[in-house]
């Protein structure tokens, strides 16, 4: 074993794939790429999710109401540059080509090339002054059945990121 650097420890124990972010408010909408996120809860469906971008922030402790799109491996390139820029400047939606959709429960928009969008809803805020961690309930989920078997990415740092492999099946007593 080798000593490995506490800044890098993230890379070690990413989450799950990188997610689309989706807020709107006062009729505009926002995106921002997301990788710190997890599931909390199977039903109701909950998600703890730290929300960096201050845009985004602002948005999401105002309405308490976002669309988590998850992105498959084509849209990798865009989904970098997404988290790569400000939505307080520029429309996200228009610059990248991302197309918004109506959601159902809430007022952020789905993206239509996203393979999976889910409705939130902020369900607890105890953690947000502190981590910036927002626990979102899942109201809403929708999926594209015209992507199929959808890759998704995963980042380790530094503008590294890993694609899902082969999928292997295990025997298991959970449903």
């Given amino acids: 074993m080798k000593d490995f650097p506490l800044s890098r420890v993230y890379q070690l124990l990413e989450p799950g794939p990188v997610v689309l972010l989706t807020t709107a408010r006062k009729g505009r909408a926002n995106v921002m790429t997301m990788s710190w996120h997890m599931m909390v809860e199977f039903e109701p469906p909950l998600v703890a999710c730290v929300v960096g971008s201050a845009y985004s922030f602002e948005m999401l402790r105002a309405t308490k109401e976002c669309v988590i799109a998850i992105p498959a491996r084509k849209l990798a390139s865009k989904v970098v540059e997404v988290g790569n820029t400000s939505g307080r400047d520029i429309d996200k939606f228009e610059s990248f080509g991302l197309t918004p959709l109506p959601a159902k429960n ?70």
């Fill in 106 to 175: 809430v007022g952020a928009p789905l993206i239509k090339e996203c393979f999976a969008n889910l409705e939130c809803r902020v369900s607890d805020t105890r953690e947000v002054n502190r981590y910036s961690m927002f626990i979102l309930e899942v109201v809403k989920a929708w999926i594209d059945p015209d992507q199929k078997r959808p890759k998704t990415i995963h980042h380790h740092g530094y503008g590294n990121f890993v694609v899902d492999g082969a999928e292997i099946s295990l025997k298991s007593r959970m449903r």
